[in-house]
């Protein structure tokens, strides 16, 4: 296997993998922090929107020119807005009613239970394929940044790993509670998680390993305009809706601040002639 798709499939392991920390906090706890998690997908998004505007169509626009690199990007941006249309969009709503039906002993709570269980059961295993369907281009974004430098291949596997924390949660909490198995809650978040790593090996089987550079410039200029599209319509709104939007904001900005750091300084300590 060649070390591009190697050093990128690794890197995607790691964001997919952190579905499983998200399943961790509906395992060890039963309620988790939602309010954590929003400031957490708000650092996140100001993580992503900075790769998008800041590295990936910045570079993309230098490279090829100003109208090339906004084609690319804006394409990006309509293909996974076409690509959501058919995507279930996850949600963490608390399922409480539910409860206080389990509480109530007659025959008639317990077949409104059970028949509320199966219907919580089938939304988790939806959202577990949706999620699925998101990580596979998530995984061909991390190939691409990958083909660019370690620096653009890592900046990408941290956002995506921040944000596919929540989704861990997303799919583990209503399989958690229609079947009653920490480990099925788990194991099924995970496996959502590993569609990913499989974008990578696809995708870098099909793409030849030395492309033309301004092809190449052109696709990571369309996948920043696929994280852009990710971070706008799907991340913030459950940040706002967790965290609030006076939070959530600072945390956007706080993402964004980080990463102009970390890049800064990640510049200035490596070696002039490696690849980043």
Known sequence: MDSQVLVALGLSMLGGLSTSLGALFVVISQTPNLKMLGLLQGFAAGLMLSISFFDLAHNAINSIGFLKGNLWFFAGVIFFSLVSNFIPEPTLA???????????GDDRGKDIMKKHRRQVLFSGIITAVGIS???????????????????????????IALHNIPEGVAVALPIYFATQSKWQAFKLATLSGLAEPLGVIIVGYLF???????????????????????????????AFDYAGQKRAVKAVFFGMAFMSASLYFLARSLPEDMNL
Do not use: C, Q, Y
């Not at 399922?95 to 509480?103: D, E, L, V, Y």
């Not at 995984?139 to 941290?158: C, E, I």
């Open 94 to 104: 608390p399922i409480s009613g539910a409860k206080g039906k389990k509480k109530d």
């Open 133 to 159: 369907l998101h990580n596979f281009p998530e995984g061909m974004a991390v190939f691409l940044g990958s083909m660019k430098g370690l620096r653009v291949g890592l900046n990408l596997a941290l956002a």
């Open 208 to 238: 030849p390993s030395s492309l033309n550079p301004e092809i190449l410039e052109g696709l990571l200029g369309a996948v920043g305009g696929v994280m852009a599209f990710l971070t706008l319509h799907e991340m913030l709104p459950l």
